[in-house]
């Protein structure tokens, strides 16, 4: 893990000139694990017109996380800087991303979240109804596009105070803002970056519309939410997050808790639907525990739970992986990285490491119990939320999420998978299965 120029450069294949492998990437799902057989945990290529590094497996994190801010710096696809803003704290670096970080980790402490959840619980049973209501009338529902605007309703009241957002112009732009994410940044009328680029300007203007509203009243909301934390919490030097920083920080919060957890949901729903067995014993535990309330001390108790959502995490994480530059040469496993390249380390293809878990292919709740902790084995084998100085910010939060609605779920509703349909996983830009999973809700 020293300098060296000696070593050779990873094996791999950069593709054509300027645009490398670049639109493999982009549309077929499976890039990286066809590269990885190919050539193994370290490979390179070139995506974007810039050499990367692909790299998996526990010690690759560990070595990347180890060196961040020294060797290694964030960075992001061209599209993703252009539309997350160049005041967001997924661009932010070293004292600045430090400070603005632990700003707003006040909105994702314990007692914060401790407040979210009946506002939680109110709006998981107001979709529930929708949903058997549909099912009802429709024979089926595609609850893929239903959990979109389920966590988007539950990320804008509870992040900014808007009842309802998915109704809104605001949810349509969200929507059109997030499809040219991770997208080829042409910025074209008709490109989805294009119209992306449009959509978050009119964004920006409805979130400082809001945030000013916010300001000049007098009067807290009656539900806690986190843009009120935000405007009220100090740095240690006493100052407070601008108009400019917030919008930009409410646009990253409102992606973070949209688009990861809809993925995250939408893969639970499959593979309990997939797995009867499992899904029996985890009623079985609610079935125990129906009749307390929902809080963050019974949602502790519900350790079966816990491990489902842990291995779907596993599974399917909703981030496939994350995109570092390298600031100065360096070399890990025998290969020199030089500086100025890109690394991209791999969480999926880690979370599948045959060295770490019995059986990685197998959807099985069991191997995270107290006894077995197959991840505890191996440092860093574990990251679907990211790690080190950069773990996602409402990591917290998104657990939050995801058993209140598994719990809710698992104790008043059934639903079944529909048949002649492709439950295949593609990634827009998290997975998600192709045919938007259908099913009969009740």
Known sequence: MVDSLRSPLPPGEFGLPFIGKTLNFFTDPDFASKQHAKYGPLFKTRLLNKPTVFMKGPEAIRFLFGQEGDRITVTWPPSVEAL?????LALQTGGVHAGRRRLMAQAFQPRALEGYIDTM?????????QWAQTSAQNGSLTWY?????YTFDIACKLLVGLDNASET???DLFEVWGAGLFSLPVNLPLTAFG??????????VALEKLIRDRKQSTRSPATPDALELLLTAKDDDGNSLTVEELKDQVLLLLFAGHETLTSALTSFCLLMAQ??????????E??????????????????????????????VPPVGGAFRQVLKTCEFGGYQIPAGWMVLYQIKQTHRDSDVYTQPKKFDPERFNLEQSEQKRKPFSYVPFGGGIRECLGKEFARLEMKIF????????????????NLDFTIAPTPIPKDGLKVKFF
């Open 169 to 171: 112009e605001l949810g």
């Open 406 to 421: 598994a719990a809710k779920l698992l104790r008043d509703h059934r639903w079944e998978l529909l048949p002649d349909q």
């Open 84 to 88: 997350l803003g160049p005041l967001s």
């Open 286 to 315: 609610q079935s125990d525990l129906e009749d307390k309330r929902l809080t963050l001390e019974t949602l502790k108790q519900m350790t079966y739970l816990e491990q489902i959502l842990q291995e779907t995490l596993r599974m």
């Open 121 to 129: 619980v109110s709006i998981s049973d107001r979709y529930f109804q």
């Open 275 to 284: 797995n009867p067995e499992i899904r029996a014993k985890a009623e079985a």
């Open 195 to 204: 119209k992306a680029k449009r959509s978050r300007d009119r964004l920006l």
């Open 145 to 149: 596009p239903q959990l979109r605007r």
